[in-house]
C-alpha cells in the first residue's frame, strides 16, 4: 500500500473514532419530530456538497418519508437567482419561495460552514439567517471550525480535523456517511434499500 493510501485510511478511521455520538442522537430524534409533526426538511450545499446535499434529499424521501428539498436540483432557478439576485442570497431567496414554518427543518452540508469574514459560502450564511427568523432549526455537517453554521445552528457535527491538508475531502466524504447513518437508523428508515431488501445476507433470494 502507498503511503499516500496509508495515511488517508488511518485518517478516516481516526475520524470515525471521534464523531461525536451525542449530536448523532439529537440529529436522529429532531428529524423523527420533523416527521412526525409533518415538517419539511431543506438541504443546502455548494461544490461537493451541493452534490451530497441531492444525493441526501433522494435518501430522505424515499427511506425515511420525509418531505425534502433542496435548491440544488433546480439548475433553471439556481442560475436565475444567481445572474438576477446574486450569488450570496440564491439560496435565501429559495427557502423565502418555500414559505417556510417553525415545523421545518434546514441541513446545510458543508467543509467550513460559511464565512462572510472571508467571503466563503456567504449564500450559507444568508440562508441561515433567513431560517432563523423563520423559526426553524438548523441542522449541520461541517469541517473546520464550523463556520456561521456551527455558531448559529441548533445541532451541528463538526467533522474532526485530524489533516489539516486533508479537510474537504474527509468532511464531504463524512458527510455521506452521516446521512447514510441517518436513513438508515431503525428509528427513521420506512423503507429498506434495494440490495437489502432484495438478496439475503447468505445470496440466496428472500
Known amino acids: 500500500m502507498s503511503s499516500f493510501w496509508k495515511q488517508h485510511l488511518e ?16 440529529m436522529v430524534e429532531r428529524l423523527v419530530r420533523l416527521r412526525q409533526e409533518d415538517g419539511r426538511l431543506f438541504i443546502v450545499g455548494v461544490g461537493g456538497s451541493a452534490g451530497n446535499a441531492s444525493h441526501a434529499v433522494s435518501d430522505f424521501r424515499k427511506l425515511t ?22 450569488w450570496e442570497t440564491v439560496f435565501s431567496a429559495w427557502l423565502t419561495g418555500s414559505r ?42 461541517v469541517g473546520r471550525d464550523g463556520g456561521a453554521t456551527r455558531r448559529l445552528g441548533d445541532i451541528v457535527l463538526v467533522i474532526p480535523t485530524v489533516n489539516p491538508h486533508s479537510v474537504t475531502p474527509h468532511t464531504e466524504a463524512f ?32
Open 175 to 206: 458527510q455521506a456517511v452521516i446521512w447514510h447513518g441517518l436513513v438508515s437508523d431503525p428509528r427513521l428508515m420506512v423503507q429498506g434499500n434495494k440490495w437489502e431488501t432484495t438478496v439475503r445476507v447468505d445470496g440466496a433470494k428472500p
Open 65 to 86: 418519508g420525509i418531505e425534502a428539498y433542496s435548491p440544488v436540483d433546480n439548475v433553471s432557478e439556481l442560475t436565475a437567482r444567481t445572474n438576477d439576485e446574486g
Open 11 to 26: 485518517e478516516t478511521a481516526q475520524i470515525a473514532s471521534r464523531l461525536d455520538l451525542v449530536i448523532l442522537e439529537r
Open 100 to 141: 417556510p414554518t417553525a415545523r421545518d427543518l434546514l441541513l446545510i452540508l458543508s467543509v467550513g460552514g460559511g464565512s462572510l469574514e472571508r467571503n466563503i459560502s456567504a449564500n450559507l450564511v444568508s440562508v441561515l439567517k433567513t431560517a432563523k427568523a423563520a423559526g426553524m432549526e438548523v441542522l449541520g455537517v
